[in-house]
């Protein structure tokens, strides 16, 4: 355990003398004392030891220590000059975060070692992170992984219950806020009783925990009624399913989020109650019905295509070739593959509503998940009153922020494998995506590019990681549905409150029933 001053670390002037393990410890002590001493000397001495560490050869966990202790530095950067930071800082900083926090994760995993302290620490700081960006759906999943190492870790249980809140709070059904602050309490008070490294952390979990009881009462247990089980399916296939669909938190209902309760099971999240004009017709009930569908569509590609173990008769007398690399076809591979091309249609079809919704007035082809953001940047500094709106809503800001982990090619990125990701996306649905049972790929899940295949047309793929990419997207595109029916609510809460005194008439939908319209009938 070091005991140094800060004097004595800025005196130090030789660090390539040091040895790596030795200087490791250094730097993750050095950067602490400057957030604790508000130290801007100090950082910049982390600095250079950081990059006399990046040129050395590392192991897969000293790179993964080098990772999360390079995110430090760029969090207590931002938290040095928070008060004359610029939106640009912020902005750069967290990218970096968002990158060594991921790749971190990825040496560790590569390491085969088990730093469970470490490890917890690296998933609630990427949570935080994601939160930050407001990107708090996405955040809860690391959040729980942190408090299954360690439940009684006290950032992690903090900062879930203050995610959870701020994710109930931008909900437009009331009962299921109601649970989900409930759940959100149970969190903060563990963590406000328990031992939080940092006391600022205790102060503000504390007044997250005051705010939830007077808006809601002292007694918050809403969440009790979760615990109901309830039926799941009409068949055995349907339980397995909807079951699956829980455990990996894939249902569009905010409640999954909280873990695998049957009463989450189903697609309940829908389109908040807009006001539009008398003349027009529910046209964002009908766009959302539409993204909806083909997610939910897409979850079950993927997991048709994971669970089938044997062969359809549509494969039967195919007569393809063997290759002798190992390659895989069958309606199973198109099953996964096309849930990937159907996760990132969701997204383009959420920047077309996005479009649409706020009126940006953005051509329609110009419109995609990755190129909306430019577009509105672009018209930034007209008098078009509802890119203003639209640029202040937090969760069209998260949604952008998603669309920094699809970007190929920026040298900022958020995302490690984002590169691979988009390739993959591109092969499957207009070039050459080539799936193989066998695969030599490297530790870290990048896809190992040496000409070990004569086919040279091919991106190639394990069906492993096809698999993970799947399955990522398809998480990915769920939470940006959620953002989406976020932004929508934010944005009505904001035209009610400005239109108070105009007159509104209810009108009510039903729910779409499948005997509703069959066809041939």
């Avoid at 807009?274 to 993927?302: C, H, T």
């Avoid at 069209?396 to 988009?422: G, H, Q, Y």
Wanted: with cysteine; net charge neutral.
């Amino acid at each position: 355990m070091l005991n140094l001053s800060s004097e004595e670390i800025l005196a130090i002037r030789d660090f390539k003398s040091m040895e790596t393990s030795s200087l490791l410890n250094l730097l993750g002590y050095s950067l602490d004392l400057s957030y604790d001493t508000q130290s801007v000397e100090i950082i910049k001495k982390g600095f250079l030891m950081y990059h006399e560490l990046l040129s050395r050869r590392l192991s897969d966990f000293q790179r993964a220590y080098l990772d999360y202790f390079a995110s430090n530095y760029w969090s207590y950067l931002l938290h040095l000059f928070s008060e004359s930071s610029s939106d640009n800082l912020f902005r750069y900083s967290t990218r970096k975060q968002l990158f060594l926090l991921r790749e971190a994760l990825l040496f560790l995993s590569a390491s085969r070692k088990e730093n469970n302290n470490l490890k917890k620490r690296i998933l609630t700081n990427l949570a935080n992170t994601l939160s930050n960006t407001g990107r708090t759906v996405e955040a809860i999943d690391y959040w729980s992984e942190a408090l299954k190492i360690d439940p009684n870790f006290g950032m992690a249980l903090g900062n879930i219950g203050n995610g959870l809140c701020r994710y109930a709070y931008a909900l437009y059904d009331i009962g299921h806020t109601k649970v989900m602050v409930s759940a959100a309490q149970k969190f903060l008070q563990k963590a406000v009783t328990g031992d939080l490294e940092h006391p600022r952390g205790k102060t503000f979990f504390v007044k997250i925990v005051q705010r939830n009881r007077r808006v809601f009462g002292e007694d918050l247990n809403y969440d009790t009624s979760i615990k109901k089980v309830y039926e799941m399916g009409n068949s055995n296939a349907e339980n397995e399913y909807r079951k699956w669909c829980l455990r990996n938190v894939l249902f569009l209902n905010p409640l999954n989020d909280l873990g695998e309760y049957s009463i989450a099971a189903n697609d309940v999240l829908g389109c908040p109650s807009v006001i539009s004009p008398i003349d027009r017709g529910p046209e964002e009930m009908a766009f959302f019905n539409a993204i909806k569908q083909e997610f939910v569509s897409a979850r079950w590609l993927y997991y048709s295509g994971i669970s089938r173990n044997e062969e359809h008769f549509s494969d039967r007398e195919t007569f393809l070739l063997n290759t002798l690399d190992y390659p895989v076809y069958g309606l199973k591979i198109q099953e996964i593959v096309l849930s990937i091309r159907s996760s990132f249609s969701v997204l383009d079809k959420i920047a077309f509503f996005i479009n649409k919704y706020f009126e940006l007035g953005i051509t329609d082809k110009k419109v995609s998940f990755g190129r909306i953001w430019e577009q509105i940047d672009n018209k930034k500094n007209s008098d078009h009153e509802n890119l203003l709106v639209a640029s202040k809503n937090p969760y069209l800001s998260a949604l952008r922020w998603v669309s920094m982990d699809l970007e190929k090619k920026d040298f900022n990125p958020t995302e490690p494998l984002a590169a691979d990701i988009c390739e993959i996306r591109n092969c499957s649905e207009h070039r050459y995506l080539k799936v193989h049972e066998l695969f030599f790929e490297d530790a870290l899940g990048y896809y190992n590019r040496v000409d070990q295949f004569a086919d040279k047309w091919a991106f190639h793929i394990s069906l492993d990681h096809l698999k993970r990419i799947s399955l990522k997207a398809l998480k990915l595109s769920r939470a940006s549905i959620i953002y989406l029916s976020m932004s929508i609510e934010s944005n009505e809460r904001y035209k009610r409150e400005k239109e108070n005194e105009q007159l509104t008439l209810p009108m009510s939908l039903p729910f779409y029933r499948e005997n509703d319209c069959k066809i041939g009938e």
